[in-house]
C-alpha cells in the first residue's frame, strides 16, 4: 500500500498548511494506526489518549495551551480537519471524542468569561473532562430556534427546565453547554448558552441512545435545574449567534472525518482487489473494478479540496465561512457514503460480514450526513448564500 494511499496527510495540498501542521497530522496518524486495545471503548480512555498523543492542543486556543493559529484566541480549523481526517481513518469513536472536545469548548473560547475559560479549558485539553454540545430537542432538530427549553431567571441565578435528546457525551460529560430560551417571546433572540454539570441540582441524565455505529450519545433533562449567574455564558440573547458561530467553524470538520472514513475505504479496497482473484486473475484486472477505484479517489479528492478551502478561509479570518463550510460539509460527507458503499461492493460478501473494516466504516459514516446540519439544509443555506435576498421563498 503507498504512503499516500495508506493516511491522510497534509504533504500535499500543501498551499493550504503551514509548516506546524504537518508534524500534528503525523501524530494523529500515529494513533489512528495503532493497534486500539480490545475493550477501551471508554469515552474517558480515549480523552486521555488523545491529549497523551498532543491532538487535544487544536481543541483550544494557544493563550491555553492549544497550538498557534493566526489568532491566539481562535482555534484553527485547519489543525482540527487533518486530526479528525487522520482519527476518522483509524476509528469513528476516537474521531467523536476528539470533535466532541472541541464542539463542547468552542462556545466556551468564543463567549467566555476569563473565569470561565480558566475553570472549563484547561481540563478538557488535558482530556480530563469531557464536553458536550447540547442544542438539539425532542421536538427541535433541524429547526433548532424551536427549542422549548426555558431559562427563568431566579434571584441572582436561574432555574432551566426541558429535555435535550441526541446528545454526544451525555452521560460522560463533565460539563454541557445548554442552549435554552431565557425569554421565549423574542424566539430564537431569546436563546441564551449556560454551562451546566452532571452534579447541578435539576440535572438528569435520562438514559443512552444505541446508535448503529459506536458514539456515546443519549438524553439529557432539566428539573428545575439551579445554576448561578456564572454559568451563563455570554450575553442573554445570544445563544443562538454563539451556536451558530460554532457549527459554523466546525461544519467543515465533519467532512474531514468523512474524508478520512472514505479514505479508509479505498485504501481497503486497493489492497482487496490486488490479493482477490477470480476467472484467474486479481478482480483489480477488470475495468469495471478500476472504473470504481478511479470514481472513488476523484471524489475523495474533489471533497478534500472543498474542505480545506472552507477551513483555510475560516484560519485567514473570514468572520463567516458559511458557504463554504455547507459545500464543504455536504460535499464530503455524501461523496464518503459513495465512496464506502462502493468499497463494500468491491469487497463482495465479505464486504457485508461485522467487524470487517468496510462494513464498519458503512454504519460510522452515516450519521455525518445528519448531524450538525443535514444534507437537505446544506442545500438550503448554499442556495440562500446563491439568491438575492427575498428570492428564496418560505423555508
Ligand atoms: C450521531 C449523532 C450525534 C449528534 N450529536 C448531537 C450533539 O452533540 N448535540 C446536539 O445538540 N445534537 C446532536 N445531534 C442531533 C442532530 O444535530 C440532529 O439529529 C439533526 O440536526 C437533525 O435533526 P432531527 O434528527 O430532529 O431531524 P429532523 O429535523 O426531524 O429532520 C428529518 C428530515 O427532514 C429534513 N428537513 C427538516 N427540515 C427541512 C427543511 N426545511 N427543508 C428540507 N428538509 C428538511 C431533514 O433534512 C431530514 O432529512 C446528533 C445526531 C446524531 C445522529
Redesign the pocket.
Known amino acids: 500500500m503507498s504512503r499516500r494511499a495508506c493516511a491522510p496527510s497534509s504533504d500535499d495540498l500543501t498551499f493550504f498548511f503551514d509548516p506546524w501542521h504537518a508534524p500534528l497530522a503525523e501524530a494523529a496518524r500515529t494513533l489512528a494506526m495503532a493497534p486500539w486495545p480490545e475493550g477501551e471503548e471508554d469515552p474517558h480512555a480515549v480523552a486521555k489518549q488523545l491529549a497523551a498523543a498532543g491532538l487535544l492542543r487544536a481543541c483550544v486556543p494557544a493563550s491555553v495551551g492549544g497550538l498557534a493559529a493566526r489568532d491566539p484566541d481562535a482555534i484553527d480549523v485547519r489543525a482540527v480537519c487533518l486530526v479528525r481526517e487522520a482519527l476518522g481513518w483509524g476509528s469513528g469513536l476516537l474521531d467523536t471524542i476528539f470533535a466532541?472536545q472541541g464542539?463542547g469548548s468552542y462556545p466556551i473560547v468564543l463567549a467566555g468569561t476569563a473565569a470561565q475559560r480558566e475553570e472549563y479549558l484547561p481540563a478538557v485539553l488535558r482530556g480530563e473532562s469531557l464536553a458536550?454540545?447540547?442544542?438539539?430537542e425532542p421536538e427541535?432538530?433541524?429547526?433548532?430556534s424551536a427549542l422549548s427549553t426555558v431559562a427563568r431567571r431566579d434571584g441572582d441565578g436561574w432555574v432551566l427546565d426541558g429535555e435535550?435528546t441526541?446528545?454526544?457525551?451525555a452521560g460522560v460529560a463533565g460539563h454541557y453547554v445548554v442552549f435554552a430560551n431565557a425569554d421565549p417571546s423574542r424566539g430564537r433572540r431569546g436563546i441564551t448558552a449556560f454551562i451546566v454539570r452532571p452534579g447541578d441540582p435539576g440535572f438528569i441524565f435520562r438514559g443512552a441512545i444505541p446508535?448503529m455505529a459506536d458514539?456515546p450519545?443519549g438524553t439529557i433533562g432539566f428539573e428545575g435545574c439551579r445554576l448561578g449567574d456564572e454559568r451563563r455564558l455570554g450575553a442573554v440573547g445570544d445563544g443562538f449567534r454563539i451556536a451558530m458561530s460554532t457549527l459554523d467553524a466546525f461544519r467543515s470538520t465533519v467532512g474531514a472525518a468523512a474524508l478520512g472514513m472514505a479514505r479508509r475505504a479505498l485504501d481497503e479496497s486497493l489492497d482487496r482487489v490486488t490479493k482477490r482473484r477470480q476467472f484467474g486473475k486479481a478482480i483489480a484486472e477488470f475495468q469495471t473494478v478500476q472504473g470504481y477505484l478511479a470514481d472513488m479517489a476523484t471524489e475523495l479528492d474533489a471533497a478534500r479540496l472543498l474542505v480545506f478551502r472552507a477551513a483555510w478561509a475560516k484560519d485567514r479570518g473570514a468572520p463567516r465561512v458559511t458557504l463554504e463550510a455547507s459545500m464543504g460539509k455536504m460535499f464530503a460527507t455524501e461523496a464518503a457514503q459513495r465512496v464506502i458503499d462502493r468499497a463494500v461492493q468491491l469487497h463482495g460478501g465479505t464486504g457485508v460480514v461485522r467487524g470487517v473494516a468496510v462494513e464498519r466504516l458503512y454504519r460510522e459514516v452515516r450519521?455525518l450526513r445528519?448531524?450538525?446540519?443535514?444534507?437537505?439544509?446544506q442545500r438550503?443555506v448554499i442556495a440562500g448564500q446563491l439568491l438575492p435576498k427575498g428570492a428564496k421563498g418560505e423555508?
Open positions: 466532541m464542539l458536550a454540545f447540547a442544542i438539539t427541535a432538530g433541524t429547526d433548532v435535550k441526541f446528545i454526544s457525551n446508535m458514539h450519545i450519521a445528519i448531524y450538525e446540519g443535514t444534507t437537505e439544509v438550503l423555508a
